[in-house]
């Protein structure tokens, strides 16, 4: 029969992602903090530790937890290292320090205590210390409470503090309750900030015209390091389908020298471990990632689990797809939109399991060319225990690898990718404009449990996404969305050239792009220096030299009496702190009373203090908790104080 002797009792345990049936997420460095309500029958003394193992290690780390009130526990727990964690939390009656507690409440209440000091000496015999004064000090307390001529001395040594210390350092442990074992999984510091910059290489080419390659693409390198940016990410390098090829503009039919969609991967050239012939050779490719690398810039892959009606798969694994009567499979569609050039795997086939060992032999043959991080096309649409598996195998050997899930899609479904292991996750973000809208969205991310879980990273436009509020030749508009993009959230990204070069042309009623990158080369401005691209610079700048912009959950909103003016708080804890002011009305001046954060500084309601703005180089003296700010859009929509106290 099993021993239900345990008396202590533990429940509510925070933070638990799923009651603990996934890993919560952290980055190495950061300490995980945990609380749990923990409490015994009656008044007897209950002690408990939070033990960590990395997966690493084969010895437990062991910290006590400290009594709050109401019977909650708090403790934690350090995170150096990369990779899956491994912890739980045990509780016990603790008869050493009930003991000590219940001699203290019968001395003060004039009892005498012989027989309790008696009873003491079974909790001292066996202390397991190997330290010399301690040794003595125990051997000192045992002869006391055997002494009635000592009797007051053995009192001052019973319940010292000294004795106490070692009760809780040597704890007293029977009947223990104790936890299921829980997870955290730990990544390294890009996986919480970075900055992503997605450009088509076909379209990087120097002369006009021209089909781009990873040389051409190669010399655009110091201009993305230059502007800041620590990703670059391209679309799909595979060879392109050409049969049911995509022209211009999402035609169905294509002329001859139309180029296609990179998402069609296959054709008789090979297919998602090869490379488009058109971009250079797999060798041109690695020196490419050689020389970002350089650079500080790593190489984000497109993983996309599709392909064209002539990949090689379709007649060597046909098994794999879905055929229909008519001996054809389905293409993929997201109606309104139609992917004639595009087929999906049929997860669910019978050979589902080399399916599943297929593609998770891609991800592993790109990593080993040098491959750190996937950007992952529509993982929505493929089984969550498929992404489970594939994602555990990878950082079974390679934690170092991010995953970015690409999932516009219901809430719940997005989450649930990042529970599974996507490191990253595209937001709603794109679609939150104003000032309610924002505010609601942040407080979401930053203070619902999916903070332990959910990452994201924002992205003001994509290939796919030109929003409504882009669709204007408006400078302050892309410069204010690209500033709420890089100082929201730790992660943010953006479709570079198109971007920078504010292009607003969108098809006639539609968030899309007219003239798409997608279906033709793109011919951009890649050598002007407009306001727009210095001010992306600069404020990458700030973001790389302020600790409090790498992370994300650290954001507080603060109170404007403006609808048109958004204003937030970051601080790295210590002395790093930062006030943002955004005027979100792109054609008018506005301005209202801000309120700053001073039980963060540490200032009272009539001091003094220096804002110091890290764009413009504009500083002001304030005081106090309500400031005035009036914001222009047309000179500069936002204000980015570091806040100086001293």
Not at 573 to 583: E, F, M, P, R, T
Not at 586 to 605: A, D, I, M, N
Request: hydrophobic share 40%; net charge negative.
């Amino acid at each position: 029969m099993e021993d239900k002797r345990n008396r202590a009792v533990i429940e509510n345990v925070k933070p638990l992602v799923n009651g603990g049936s996934f890993a919560m997420k952290r980055i190495t460095g950061d300490r995980a903090t945990v609380t749990a309500d923990i409490y015994g029958d009656g008044h007897d003394v209950v002690n408990a530790w939070i033990y960590i193992k990395h997966k690493s290690e084969r010895t437990w780390t062991k910290n006590p937890l400290t009594a709050l009130v109401n019977d909650q526990w708090v403790g934690g727990f350090a995170l150096p290292k990369q990779g899956m964690y491994t912890w739980y939390i045990e509780a016990w009656v603790d008869y050493a320090l009930n003991w000590q507690h219940e001699l203290d409440r019968k001395v003060k209440g004039g009892q005498h205590v012989n027989i309790e000091l008696l009873d003491g000496i079974q909790y001292i015999e066996n202390i397991p210390t190997k330290n010399a004064a301690t040794k003595a000090f125990l051997k000192e307390c045992k002869s006391l409470f055997k002494d009635e001529n000592k009797y007051s001395e053995a009192i001052s040594a019973a319940m010292s503090k000294q004795l106490k210390e070692i009760f809780l350092t040597y704890p007293h442990q029977t009947f223990v309750t104790h936890t299921p074992e829980y997870k955290v999984w730990v990544d390294r510091e890009k996986a919480a900030f970075s900055a992503w910059y997605e450009f088509f290489p076909r379209s990087s080419a120097f002369a006009a015209g021209a089909h781009g390659t990873f040389a051409d693409a190669s010399q655009r390198l110091p201009y993305v390091s230059e502007m800041g940016f620590d990703v670059v990410y391209f679309p799909p390098i595979h060879p392109i389908g050409e049969v049911n090829r995509k022209g211009k503009n999402n035609a169905t039919v294509a002329s001859a020298d139309d180029v296609g969609s990179p998402w069609a991967i296959g054709s008789k050239l090979g297919g998602h471990r090869d490379i488009n012939p058109a971009l250079g050779t797999l060798e041109d490719f690695q020196n490419f990632i050689k020389i970002a690398n350089n650079m500080g810039i790593e190489v984000a892959m497109d993983f996309a689990l599709q392909c064209a009606p002539d990949h090689p798969y379709v007649k060597q694994h046909p098994q794999w797809f879905r055929w229909r009567p008519d001996g054809t499979v389905q293409y993929a569609e997201n109606p309104p939109k139609k992917y004639q050039d595009i087929l999906p795997f049929y997860f669910e086939n019978d050979d589902w399991q080399n399916l599943w060992s297929e593609l998770l032999s891609v991800v592993l043959y790109w990593v080993k060319q040098g491959i750190t991080i996937f950007r992952v096309d529509n993982p929505h649409t493929k089984p969550f225990r498929f992404w489970e598996w594939l994602i555990a195998n990878v950082h079974e050997k390679h934690p170092d690898i991010i995953f970015l899930a690409e999932a516009f899609t219901r809430p719940k479904i997005m989450h649930m990718l990042a529970k599974i292991g996507f490191t990253q996750s595209y937001t709603y973000f794109t679609w939150r404009n104003n000032k309610a809208q924002l505010s609601e969205y942040m407080r979401e991310i930053v203070t619902s449990p999916s903070s332990d879980y959910f990452r994201p990273n924002f992205w003001p436009n994509t290939p796919d996404i030109l929003p409504y509020e882009l669709q204007q030749p408006n400078e302050a508009a892309f410069i204010t969305r690209f500033f709420l993009s890089a100082t929201l959230s730790g992660n943010y990204g953006m479709y570079g050239p198109v971007y920078e070069n504010m292009l607003y042309q969108a098809m006639p009623g539609k968030e899309e792009y007219i003239d798409s990158e997608k279906y033709e080369i793109g011919r951009h401005v890649w050598d002007t220096r407009g306001k727009l691209k210095q001010i992306i610079r600069i404020v990458n700048q700030v973001r790389k030299n302020n600790p409090a912009f790498k992370d994300t959950f650290n954001l507080q909103l603060c109170q404007v009496e403006n609808e048109h003016i958004m204003a937030y708080f970051k601080s790295d804890g210590a002395d790093n702190h930062i006030l943002c002011i955004v005027n979100l009305d792109s054609y008018y001046t506005q301005g209202g009373w801000v309120q700053v954060p001073l039980e963060h500084l540490k200032l009272s309601t009539n001091e003094g203090y220096t804002v110091f703005d890290l764009v413009s180089q504009a500083s002001y003296h304030w005081r106090g908790e309500w400031n005035f700010v009036e914001i222009n859009p047309h000179g500069l929509p936002f204000h980015c104080f570091q806040i100086l106290t001293s």
